[in-house]
Structure formats: structure tokens, C-alpha cells
């Protein structure tokens, strides 16, 4: 079994990091009063920060050779696990939509008829070309680039 890390996109953790920013200046903003709800409020906040920050950098993708599979997890829950036999097509992709993705250098994967899985391993050649080794019929449709 192969694993991959997911790429960390920089856009994705300036997002993060001005809400919780904005989070953090809309509590303290009219001062801090350390009562009991102040305390739970930040504790709260700071059991978020950790858990979002877990999450975002555990993202793994594993090609498993022996199944033909590949399996997707986020720190220890298993996002999707797909037959490599059935990927038709990998398209490269930019897009803002919710995934296991921790960039938006993106890899849009395409299984059964209607079925995707938006990632962003961090080598995406070298994970094209384990998965090609698999199923040499999955297509390949890259983003164009402006020059």
C-alpha cells in the first residue's frame, strides 16, 4: 500500500486563519470578562482551532496495489474507498467545493457513472501514474494554462 499526503494550499489556511481571526477580535473586541461562559467560549474556540487543524493536515490518500483500491482518509475515518478498476477519468481542478482536499490544486476523480472525489495529493503525477499502472484506460484532462 502506497500512501500519499494531501497538499497544503496556503489559500486555504489564510481562509482559516482570518475567520478565526475575525472570530477571536468579534469576542474580544468589547473586553474580556473571564467568567465561566468566557472561559467555555474560548475553550470551545481552541478545541475547534485544534480539531480543524487535525483534520486539515491527517488528509491521506492510499493506493492499494493488492485490492486495486484506493482509500481516502481523513485523520482516522475512512472518506471513500474506490476500485480503481472503475475510475474513468481524472480531470485537474481548481474548484472551492468541500473535499478531502487541504489545497485547491485540485484532482477531480471520476468512478462508476456519475461518482467523484475532489483531492490534492501532494505529487500528482506520481499518483496519476500508480493509479495508470492499475487501470492504463482512466483518462487524464488537464487544466490549461494561460501564457
Known sequence: ???????IGWEI????VLVFAWIFYDITKSGINWDLTSII???LLLLLIILIG???FSIRYFINFDKA???????????????ISKIHKIKETRTILSSPAASLDRLEVFYHQFNSVIISPKNKKEFIQDLHK???EIKIKYRKTKK
Open 1 to 7: 500500500m502506497k500512501k500519499y499526503k494531501s497538499k
Open 41 to 43: 467560549a474560548f475553550s
Open 134 to 136: 492499475i487501470n492504463p
Open 69 to 83: 483500491e484506493l482509500l481516502v482518509k481523513i485523520g482516522v475515518f475512512k472518506y471513500a474507498e474506490i476500485s
Open 54 to 56: 487535525y483534520l486539515l
Open 13 to 16: 489556511i489564510i481562509i482559516l
